[in-house]
């Protein structure tokens, strides 16, 4: 990590490059829905356009976070920070609302994550 002004922990940098490529994610995947007119092959390479600044940040996160965290955590963060980055882009750029049945799919998620990350004995 020699490309950092300064030395934060492992855990810091790994979630903050995941939550940031998270973002241009969504908008590669879900952004063209406000561009239903735009055509197909239009959107397309849009999205891969936006995808590549995903991937310039995503591919760093996992090999800086790998030894900290196992794959299986690391993709368990990613997942977790998937559905808030959505849930928050879905209410504020697609402007649709999340019901309880949302929040109790995004909580059984949690859960899931909680079994991932506590350590048995």
């Not at 995503?58 to 030894?67: E, F, S, T």
């Not at 963060?77 to 980055?85: D, M, P, R």
């Amino acid at each position: 990590m020699a490309w950092l002004p300064i030395t934060l922990p492992v855990p810091v940098v790994t979630i903050g490059l995941l939550v940031a490529s998270n973002v241009f994610m969504t908008f590669a995947w879900y952004g063209h829905l406000k561009f239903k007119a735009a055509p197909l092959v239009t959107v397309i390479l849009a999205s891969w356009g936006i995808a590549l600044f995903e991937y310039l940040l995503q591919v760093p996160a996992n090999r800086i976070g790998h030894g900290h965290f196992s794959a299986a955590e690391l993709k368990t963060i990613q997942e977790v920070i998937t559905l808030v980055v959505f849930a928050a882009f879905s209410v504020t750029y697609l402007k649709e609302s999340l019901g309880w049945n949302h929040a109790v799919g995004f909580a059984l998620i949690g859960l899931g994550a909680f079994f991932i990350f506590h350590r048995w004995n």
